[in-house]
């Protein structure tokens, strides 16, 4: 009866290694377009690398708020500050000289560049200028995507980059990407667009012609007044000679994409030089779609698990996810089921987990969509038969001896 039993083991044991090898193929026949790769974090604390150079020199930019104070320009040595916003064209307005260019100036160099306006028309002596910031432009821009807290933020003007962007938005999100897009849209700089030149007709004021029209030196007064509050295409009142006016016309082109990888290490020279953000960019933070693993066959707890995208699952981790292998027959075989990248068939790789439990190379690393299966062969059956006989033999063997 033994040699039968122990025939019995040794034929099952050959049969369910022919068939566990039948149709598949081993780890070192891998080909390496389906090696998986361990993945490459992008974790916030990379974007340490990506800082764009600082500077200690204030410069002036549209949008930013200045006090100016030029002496004896309202009394005797007496000099007040007023604030002034810089146009979007770099220029401030300023009483006497008109518009001035202060845009990518220091505050010193706005201070000369101003001195000398007021000097060389002689319209002040020897004038004391002094320039300060009182607030900078902000820069609205929109983090969606891959990062802790997407939405809207509101940047220093001088320092609105795409990684004060990122931080503002609380860093990365484990299954971010590599890949960031800034979706910024071009505006055209406004143009003037000929209007319909004007005319009383009784008290109504109507267009007639579309030409273009230029001020007079004729409008003054009440007229003056009244053209500047008016609208060219509204009826009001006329009082004496009318002023047209002329319309500004902003056009808008298509959004321009700027693709950016984190990981591409010319973009990454790109972005620590400083790559400025615009007033309105939106900013889309890219985010792995990974798909989960699945364990079946002989192991405790069979299902489907997730794929952390920021390290590398292999075959055993992922059988002990599952509860480990069935105690009774201790099964010591596998297959991973893998796709092609072409998605043409599936490959088939056997796994022998008493190797890979010994070296790296047969425990290998999984891809998304991979499924591992503990299969059930005729050694680990005739173990658990072994198993359920001794525990049936050893429990009759102490029952009468017991008392069970």
């Excluded at 220093?156 to 990365?172: C, F, I, P, W």
């Excluded at 004021?205 to 008016?230: D, H, I």
Aim: glycine share 8%.
């Amino acid at each position: 009866m033994r040699r039968l039993m122990l025939l019995l083991s040794v034929v099952l044991a050959l049969t369910g290694c022919m068939s566990w090898r039948s149709g598949t193929i081993a780890t070192s026949e891998l080909q390496p377009q389906l090696q998986a790769k361990a993945p490459s974090p992008i974790s916030a604390l990379q974007l340490a690398n990506l800082g764009a150079p600082v500077t200690s020199r204030v410069v002036i930019g549209p949008g930013d708020l200045l006090d100016i104070s030029v002496s004896n320009l309202a009394g005797e040595n007496q000099g007040y500050p007023v604030p002034v916003r810089v146009g979007d064209d770099g220029c401030v307005q300023l009483p006497l000289v008109g518009p001035i260019i202060v845009n990518n100036l220091t505050l010193p160099e706005a201070e000369q560049t101003i001195y000398v306006q007021y000097s060389c028309q002689e319209i002040l002596k020897r004038p004391q200028v002094v320039v300060s910031l009182r607030e900078t432009h902000k820069v609205r821009v929109y983090v969606l995507g891959g990062v802790k807290n997407p939405g809207m933020y509101e940047l220093n003007g001088k320092e609105a980059d795409l990684l004060s962007a990122l931080v503002s938005a609380g860093g990365l999100l484990p299954d971010a990407s590599s890949a960031v897009d800034i979706r910024r849209r071009v505006v055209v700089q406004p143009t003037r667009a000929p209007t319909d030149q004007l005319h009383t007709a009784g008290n109504q004021v109507t267009p007639t012609s579309l030409q273009r029209a230029s001020p007079t030196a004729e409008t003054t007064g009440t007229s003056q007044a009244t053209a500047q509050n008016s609208s060219p295409y509204s009826a009001q009142p006329a009082v004496g000679p009318v002023q047209p006016s002329v319309a500004l016309r902003t056009q808008t082109a298509d959004a321009t994409l700027i693709h950016m990888d984190l990981t591409n290490e010319k973009d990454k020279l790109t972005i620590a030089g400083g790559l400025s953000l615009r007033n309105g960019d939106v900013i889309s933070v890219g985010q792995q779609r990974i798909s989960p693993i699945y364990v079946v066959g002989m192991v405790n707890r069979p299902g489907e698990f997730p794929l952390p995208p920021d390290r590398a699952i292999r075959v055993l981790e992922a059988i002990g996810l599952a509860g480990g292998v069935d105690r009774a027959s201790l099964p010591d075989k596998a297959v991973v089921m893998r796709q092609r990248p072409n998605q043409s068939d599936v490959v088939t790789i056997r796994i022998d987990l008493d190797k890979a439990k010994r070296s790296i190379g047969e425990n290998i690393i999984l891809m998304p969509g991979d499924l591992v299966s503990v299969e059930e062969t005729a050694m680990s059956y005739a173990r658990s038969i072994f198993r359920g006989a001794f525990r049936l033999g050893l429990g009759a063997t102490l029952a009468p001896s017991y008392g069970f």
